[in-house]
């Protein structure tokens, strides 16, 4: 491991070379190779095995701890590495990872003020852009919702010079939660939309860019007071994928405050209270005075759904967004997802999101009468039919259907929100 830091000159250029080399071969370069498959892959359990079998730089190794949520051990290395440097207040490196472990602590404003400081020290462009973000979801959550578009704003007009990084993706996702906290709900639903659009043509979408709209997407439905249980199940497995044990965590305990019905995550909640400090404020905020602006939208909606918990072995295959015409096809293996975008409604469209939006199943005139619904099912004429939208449910897009005693289930398909 290497414990020299590196020049501004020097992180300019590793920075812009591994975004170019985003998708292509790492020529034997450990280093980059780990950068990959932290921020490119987000495949963090694999970042975790190559610096465990190979020497890693500093940085490198200290921001796949932070990746796969091991904070504890992040901080030990950092403050290590500040004993051996006598300049690291003049880093803004050192700093911008000091910032996100602040982030991760919900101390808030040391957050703040840590970004400023980063800032200050006229970082590396895109180390820049982190600063800002980082920034803009403490004063998001501080409530300073000012200078969380401030810095949004600032991060749009870098994305021009830095267009392959993820980091305005991740700032356009704060904006939609600016605008569901000041209850402009409408607003947030439409910049959400948006997003998921511009992903329909962007060159890969991760699990990472999943995880990270799917906790937005629950965030806007819970300042709505609507139920966002399924959405919260769907992040939870996502997370798992990827090996980010903090969002796994943070998920869960948002789905036991907010459903009396996954009381059955006692054991891992009281776990992740003690492990993660940002869990255990929230928990205090949604017990007592909420200081956060996370902490005041679960506070309002604690213990107000019970929709039926699903089985925590299910593995999704696909993502239904009824609202889009959009079906995702989710890659387990490379942690990537394949953007379907239908166009326009479908009749196989509907009959996918129908099926799919009942976990228990649907009988096969329940499915007649919602695709047919002026005319009366009858078994020996309208079977074939049903079997016919089966057959092409199951070739179109590879989805499991499973009928059993006439009932209908699609148990690896997901669906987000209604249909428009």
Not at 134 to 143: N, P, T
Not at 153 to 169: C, E, G, H, K
Not at 300 to 316: N, S, V
Request: proline share 3%; aromatic share 8%; glycine share 4%.
């Amino acid at each position: 491991m290497s414990s020299t830091p590196k020049s501004k000159a020097e992180w300019v250029a590793f920075e812009i070379a591994s975004v170019a080399a985003a998708t292509s071969a790492t020529n034997g370069d450990h280093n980059r190779e780990v950068h990959l498959a932290r921020s490119v892959l987000n495949d963090m359990r694999k970042a975790e095995a190559l610096c465990l079998i190979h020497p890693t730089e500093f940085l490198q190794e200290l921001r796949t701890l932070i990746g796969r949520g091991h904070f504890p051990e992040a901080w030990v290395k950092l403050q290590t590495y500040r004993s051996e440097k006598e300049s690291l207040e003049i880093d803004p490196e050192w700093n911008l990872e000091l910032a996100r472990l602040f982030a991760y602590a919900n101390e808030w404003e040391k957050c703040i003020e840590t970004c400023g400081k980063v800032l200050n020290l006229q970082p590396s462009p895109m180390s820049m852009m982190v600063a800002l973000q980082v920034r803009s979801v403490a004063a998001f959550e501080l409530g300073n919702f000012a200078l969380a578009l401030s810095d949004i704003n600032r991060i749009r007009s870098l994305d021009r010079l830095y267009p392959n990084t993820q980091v305005a993706y991740y700032a356009e996702l704060v904006d939609v939660k600016v605008a569901a906290a000041q209850g402009q709900l409408t607003l947030a639903k439409l910049k959400l939309s948006q997003i998921w659009q511009r992903q329909i043509n962007a060159p890969v979408f991760t699990f990472d860019h999943l995880l990270t709209v799917l906790r937005v997407e629950a965030f806007v439905a819970m300042s709505a007071g609507h139920d966002a249980t399924r959405i919260l199940e769907l992040a939870v497995w996502t997370a798992l994928k990827q090996g980010d044990d903090f969002h796994t965590a943070l998920s869960q305990f948002e789905l036991y405050v907010t459903n009396p019905n996954y009381s059955l995550l006692d054991r891992r909640v009281f776990e992740a209270v003690a492990r993660y400090q940002r869990i255990s404020s929230l928990d205090i905020e949604v017990s007592g005075d909420a200081q956060s602006t996370t902490g005041h939208v679960l506070r309002q909606i604690r213990g107000k759904f019970t929709t039926k918990t699903i089985d925590a072995e299910r593995q999704p295959s696909h993502v239904v967004l009824p609202c889009l015409n959009l079906v995702f096809r989710l890659n387990s293996e490379n942690l990537q997802v394949e953007i379907i975008d239908m166009k326009k409604r479908t009749q196989l469209f509907d009959a996918l999101c129908f099926i799919a939006k009942h976990s228990e199943g649907v009988t096969k005139a329940e499915l007649f009468q919602a695709l047919f619904g002026s005319q009366k099912y009858v078994s020996h004429l309208h079977d074939p039919t049903i079997y016919q939208v089966v057959s092409r449910l199951r070739k179109t897009w590879k989805v499991k259907i499973d009928v059993l005693n006439g009932v209908l289930m699609a148990p690896e398909v997901a669906v987000i929100g209604e249909l428009a």
